[in-house]
């Protein structure tokens, strides 16, 4: 939604496979402004997993994420299921394999930082 309120339309959206998540790891939508723009994104939990993606982000379930991230740490995680850490890639220029890449880098130094805690 963050894009959105900058100008940029949602043209597509769909889930893909990732690592050793079957189903729905990952989130792909093409993006519209003035050119065209592809945004991926993954979640990743507390402990470094791989958490399936939401299927749906209508506006009811984009509400419901905004009013529990008000919430207190504490709150939150006593009344909903874990954190979740999202990690995004956008481009207007490279490739979807480079944004792959990208995701792959940006997941293998989460992992590391999480597990270091």
Request: charged share 20%.
């Amino acid at each position: 939604r963050c894009y959105e309120g900058r100008g940029w339309k949602c043209g597509s959206r769909e889930l893909f496979e990732y690592g050793q998540i079957q189903g729905s790891a990952g989130v792909r939508a093409r993006m519209v402004k003035d050119v065209e723009g592809v945004l991926m994104f993954l979640m990743v939990g507390q402990t470094g997993e791989l958490v399936a993606a939401p299927g749906d982000w209508d506006l009811f379930s984009s509400m419901f994420h905004r009013i529990k991230n008000r919430l207190s740490p504490r709150l939150r995680a006593s009344v909903f299921e874990a954190e979740a850490y999202q990690i995004q890639v956008f481009s207007t220029q490279a490739t979807e394999s480079d944004l792959q890449q990208l995701l792959d880098q940006a997941l293998a130094q989460i992992q590391r930082q999480l597990s270091a805690q």
